[in-house]
C-alpha cells in the first residue's frame, strides 16, 4: 500500500499520470464505507463510515467508526478507535482523540479537540484547558 500511496500512477510506463481529482481519496484496506457517502481528498484506514457520512479533507484512523450523517470538515481527525454517533459535525481541523466517544447530534468547533472524560451537557458548552471544547447542534 505504500508504494501505491507514494507513486502517482500505477501505469508507469504511460507518459500520462493520473489526474489529481483522480487521487483524491485514499481508502486503505478493511475500510466500509456507508451508501451514499461522499468522500473527498480524504484519508480513511480501516475505520468505518455510515451512510450519508461527508468527508472533505478529513483523516479517520484505523479502527475509528463515524454514524449516519456525519460530516468531517478539512483538516478535521478521527483518532484511532474514536467513535462518532449519527449527526456529527467537525468543524475545521476539529480533532478527536483516540478511543473517545462522541455523542450524537455534537458539534465540535474549528480548532478544538474533544478528549475522554469530556462532559457534554445538552445546549450547553464545557470548559476544558481554557477553552470552549463541544455543545450540541
Given amino acids: 500500500l ?3 500511496k ?3 500512477s500505477v501505469r508507469k510506463y504511460k507518459a500520462e499520470q493520473i489526474r489529481d481529482e483522480e487521487l483524491n481519496a485514499i481508502l486503505e484496506a478493511g475500510t466500509v464505507i456507508g451508501p451514499r457517502s461522499l468522500v473527498q481528498r480524504s ?3 480501516g475505520a468505518e463510515l455510515g451512510g450519508r457520512a461527508t468527508l472533505y479533507g478529513a483523516v479517520v484512523c484505523r479502527g475509528a467508526s463515524a454514524g449516519s450523517y456525519c460530516v468531517l470538515n478539512e483538516g478535521s481527525v478521527v483518532g484511532p478507535g474514536a ?3 449519527d449527526n456529527v ?3 475545521e481541523r476539529a480533532r478527536v482523540a483516540p478511543e473517545t466517544q462522541v455523542p450524537s447530534a455534537t ?3 474549528a480548532g478544538h ?3 475522554i472524560g469530556t462532559q457534554i451537557p445538552a445546549f450547553g458548552r464545557t470548559e476544558e484547558d481554557g477553552k470552549k471544547s463541544l455543545y450540541f447542534l
Fill in 2 to 4: 505504500k508504494v501505491l
Fill in 6 to 8: 507514494e507513486r502517482r
Fill in 43 to 45: 484519508l480513511v484506514d
Fill in 83 to 85: 467513535a462518532l454517533g
Fill in 89 to 91: 459535525v467537525l468543524m
Fill in 107 to 109: 458539534r465540535l468547533d
Fill in 113 to 115: 479537540t474533544a478528549r
